[in-house]
């Protein structure tokens, strides 16, 4: 679609005074609904520059082209009450989408824009010795679907997990396992007995304030390199991440580096020292700290009373090393809304150390998930575990294809690709910004607006183009890539017949993917990526139902497995980028 605006664009500006086609083509937009045609431009946003009415603008922009000044991909245009409505030429649109699809394939919807820029993105970041809940999955497939968008737009992905492995709640954690714990407990239990030990702590502090005297004692051993306390403190670390582990293997997420924020202990005292030269650290009764009263935020804490130093402290020194190791285009941290200010903070601390790089510092926060009013604090122990919410969709899916296709081929690996891919896709599907509640309903339907429901569209395609090639065997789970299927179709006029109501509207909704792309990396909203995917396996489903396509006629039948091997494609690349998989049968 956005080469057709581009063209319109220029057709348009051809007939205006002043106005750059650049900007015309930012205003062109597709209307909400078919009768107003496939692009509209709303001529009011055109009206004060050309000192004309919007009515005016668009009657003598319709007459202009209707007059012989047409680029070949509009049929017509109208005025209608200040819009200039636009209807392409079906023909044309398909004969210039569908070969571009098809020579793309994998390829189709990426873009060289990010070439030699890089681009840090820190997530997930779940925190040792307590167990990944269902806010770090959040943070993990937004961050991993940022990742593969801007990697598919040419960026280089630098993807760290940020670990939350340094602080005082170790040293806690050192003195429960030091008086109730055991190794043998530690290897079975793992993250539960961390968990359990950590609750029994608060619980016993509670009566005997002295376990936090040696609480703090403990973790300013490990601040000073004690080796005991490092023993320890490196077991919690491999049990947590043996746990972790499993579902990132389970999502399918990897990382460039696993860096928590104990990687940056000796670079603690430069940044310090570095704050304290540039002026910016005062003493507030034995702590350190930076004020930010002028910008109407709360002064951001360094350096405590006992010399050891926090959250703050890391990021920025985290944020120098990946500057000076990267050097970053953008550096991005998602984690939920609640840390906004803490990013706020620390982005104008590193602006006032005179970084200007400061400004490509960007936080992508998301909202909170709810649980059918389970629980997610952690203090308490009763936390849903993604490890488990993961497991129980894998059943439901399970059972479902038990009932539905039995006699499915790789059962077990499709029910968890779709498991794993309605958890993925329900977490992304509406603004990031937005609170999630969790509905197991809505997650697992295979209607709807959910992963099952595009996988299974998905699905459906494939079937078609092996019924289409004459292969009867099983599907395997994942194809060559591209899969050639058969569809040898003539170039220039095989496309001519795709022109029907369906047809022609699924061509552009295939056509608009590369720009939902775009804008999913431009507004850093993978959702966008997402409900495109819904509404193009919608299109889909709607021409499937309306055209037949294993028709008699050679000609039109070899042009609708054409179209339907773009929609495999776009759907194919659209799943991909958001992390879910796509099994040839379900
Ligand atoms: N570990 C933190 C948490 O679970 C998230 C860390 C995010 N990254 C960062 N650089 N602060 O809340």
Same mark, same amino acid.
């Given at each position: 679609m956005d080469q057709f605006k581009h063209r319109i664009a220029a057709n348009v500006a051809s007939l205006l005074e002043g106005i750059p086609a650049e900007e015309i083509r930012g205003l062109l937009e597709v209307p909400p609904g078919p009768a107003m045609g496939d692009l509209s431009l709303p001529c009011f946003k055109l009206s004060k520059a050309l000192r004309k009415s919007p009515t005016a603008i668009a009657e003598e922009l319709a007459d202009g082209i209707q007059g012989g000044n047409r680029e070949n991909v509009i049929a017509n245009v109208s005025a209608v009450s200040g819009y200039l409505n636009i209807r392409l030429d079906r023909t044309a649109a398909a004969r210039e989408v569908l070969p571009g699809i098809l020579s793309s394939g =994998? $390829? +189709? /919807?990426?873009?060289?824009? /990010? =070439?030699?820029k890089t681009i840090v993105i820190d997530f997930s970041s779940p925190n040792i010795a307590k167990p990944f809940h269902v806010g770090h999955l959040r943070s993990t497939v937004i961050g991993a679907a940022l990742y593969r968008i801007f990697n598919f737009l040419g960026y280089r992905c630098v993807g760290i $997990?940020?670990?939350?492995?340094?602080?005082?709640q170790f040293g806690k954690l050192i003195t429960a396992y030091r008086r109730w714990g055991d190794s043998a407990k530690l290897e079975q239990g793992a993250i539960d007995e961390l968990l359990g030990l950590y609750v029994r702590f608060h619980e016993e502090a509670e009566r005997d304030p002295a376990l936090e005297e040696e609480a703090r004692a403990w973790f300013a051993k490990m601040e000073r390199g004690d080796e005991e306390a490092l023993a320890l403190w490196r077991k919690f670390v491999d049990v947590s991440l043996a746990e972790f582990a499993k579902i990132y293997e389970l999502l399918g997420v990897t990382f460039d580096f696993v860096t928590g =924020?104990?990687? +940056?202990n000796d670079r603690m005292g430069p940044v310090i020292q570095e704050l304290k030269q540039k002026g910016l650290l005062v003493e507030d009764q034995g702590a350190w700290l930076v004020r930010l009263d002028d910008y109407d935020m709360a002064p951001a804490l360094m350096l405590k009373q006992d010399g050891s130093s926090l959250y703050h402290t890391r990021d920025v020194a985290a944020a120098i090393y990946r500057k000076d190791t990267y050097d970053f285009h953008k550096a991005i941290y998602v984690t939920d809304y609640s840390q906004s200010l803490h990013f706020r903070q620390w982005f104008k601390v590193v602006e006032l150390m005179g970084y200007d790089w400061a400004q490509d510092l960007v936080h992508v926060p998301f909202g909170r998930v709810s649980l059918e009013g389970a629980s997610l604090s952690t203090r308490k122990g009763n936390v849903v575990k993604l490890e488990e919410l993961l497991t129980q969709a894998i059943s439901k899916i399970g059972e479902i294809i038990e009932s539905k296709n039995p006699g499915l081929a790789h059962k077990e690996e499709v029910a968890r690709q779709v498991g794993v891919g309605a958890v993925i896709f329900n977490d992304l599907s /509406? $603004?990031?910004?937005k609170d999630i509640e969790f509905s197991w309903e809505d997650a697992l339907s295979?209607? /709807?607006?959910?992963g099952p429901y595009v996988q299974y569209t998905y699905a459906r395609a494939s079937s078609v183009l092996r019924k289409g090639a004459g292969r009867q065997e099983q599907a395997a789970l994942s194809p060559e890539y591209p899969d050639g299927n058969g569809t040898n179709v003539e170039p220039d006029n095989a496309f001519d017949s795709l022109t029907g109501e369906a047809e022609f509207a699924l061509v552009k909704q295939l056509s608009l993917f590369p720009e939902k792309v775009e804008q999913a990396a431009a507004k850093l909203e993978p959702s966008i990526v997402t409900r495109y995917l819904v509404d193009a396996a919608q299109a889909f489903n709607r021409f499937y139902h309306d055209c037949p396509i294993l028709t008699e006629d050679r000609a039109l039948r070899s042009a609708r497995l054409a179209l339907v091997q773009c929609v495999q494609i776009t759907l194919r690349n659209g799943l991909s980028l958001i992390g879910l998989k796509f099994p040839e049968e379900m």
């Open positions: =994998e $390829n +189709y /919807g990426s873009q060289t824009a /990010g =070439e030699g $997990n940020h670990l939350g492995d340094w602080g005082t =924020e104990s990687f +940056y /509406g $603004n990031r910004i295979f209607e /709807g607006e959910t």
